[in-house]
């Protein structure tokens, strides 16, 4: 008997141990596909945002809340929506429309059987509301598909699309500076392009930044980390060229955090009522990954929706939304 145990013990390692490196293997996949899916519909909703903030910028005089209907409509059933978003409904009253979308993405990765592919899939309902008068988008806001009267606005795995961040992708709400105060300026609005350097707004009169690079300053694991590597880009080189567009001699854009670049700092603080030798990166704002060749009237991020007033107060809120054509 104890060889038989044995023998049973053994055979029914011979088939866990295979189907469970499978299962491992198939929720591996499933994950990079779900990761995928995020990405995806993350990219499609910054860049329909985009290129509906840019046309109604650009409407001719004397355009109604159709007229901006219909360019919201073109960008979400055209190139922008990458075939993952849908018109749900439009509501136009005079200047203003509003509209109802639904953004679905799925992806499959790996294998070429069921079994052996990675399944994943992302997206959600959102609505945006245009006033044509002002040449705004002046709501753009999460709803529950299931809240819905559309047959065919359940999306699997429904998660806020102003929440996603998928990879490579700019979160639609990046500038959320963490400043706490009175929104006393704000310089930016629908449809214009943001580069490193620009001023966004100010908050109790001090100067929220716009910068690029591949992430947010905190988080220093996403730049290079040394500069003497030919084509690195490092967290100093971000804010060495940040500086140099407001005006500031760092003595050249090369990743040396030297003398010139120290003072740059405490002469841009002095400037603006900052206190401190360092930069207050609760003002400076990550407006995504750049290409730092790119063209700005071409390639910067396009503010999509203005979330703020002046005079508000905010803490940690969201000033404006941002999105990318391409």
Not at 113 to 128: N, P, R, V, Y
Request: proline share 2%; with cysteine; aromatic share 4%.
């Amino acid at each position: 008997m104890g060889v038989l145990a044995a023998v049973g013990v053994l055979a029914v390692l011979v088939v866990a141990v295979p189907l469970g490196a499978i299962a491992f293997d198939q929720r591996s996949k499933d994950n990079d596909a779900e990761s995928g899916a995020r990405g995806s519909a993350a990219a499609a909703f910054g860049a329909v945002t985009a290129c509906t903030a840019l046309a109604v910028s650009e409407l001719a005089e004397g355009a109604g809340g159709d007229d901006a209907a219909v360019a919201a409509r073109a960008c979400a059933e055209g190139e922008s929506g990458r075939g993952t978003t849908a018109v749900l409904g439009s509501e136009v009253d005079g200047g203003v429309a509003r509209l109802t979308m639904r953004t679905s993405a799925s992806v499959e990765t790996g294998g070429g059987t069921d079994w052996f592919a990675g399944h994943g899939s992302a997206g959600g309902c959102w609505h945006m509301t245009l006033d044509v008068a002002a040449r705004t988008m002046t709501d753009l806001a999460d709803v529950r598909c299931s809240a819905l009267d559309d047959e065919d606005a359940a999306v699997a795995h429904e998660t806020g699309l102003l929440a996603l961040d998928g990879d490579g992708s700019l979160d639609p709400l990046t500038a959320a500076p963490g400043a706490r105060g009175e929104l006393t300026a704000l310089y930016v609005t629908t449809g214009d392009r943001l580069w490193t350097g620009d001023i966004v707004a100010e908050i109790d009169g001090r100067p929220v930044v716009a910068y690029t690079g591949p992430a947010p300053f905190d988080e220093p694991g996403a730049w290079d980390d040394d500069a003497r590597i030919p084509y690195s880009w490092t967290v100093t080189h971000g804010m060495q060229k940040m500086l140099g567009e407001l005006g500031y001699d760092t003595g050249g854009i090369d990743g040396v955090y030297g003398s010139l670049t120290a003072q740059a700092i405490r002469d841009f603080n002095a400037d603006h009522g900052i206190a401190g030798d360092e930069l207050d990166e609760s003002l400076l704002v990550w407006v995504g990954d750049v290409d730092r060749s790119l063209d700005r009237d071409r390639d910067g991020t396009v503010v999509t929706a203005v979330l703020a007033e002046v005079g508000d107060r905010v803490s940690g809120d969201a000033l404006v939304a941002l999105g990318r054509t391409s």
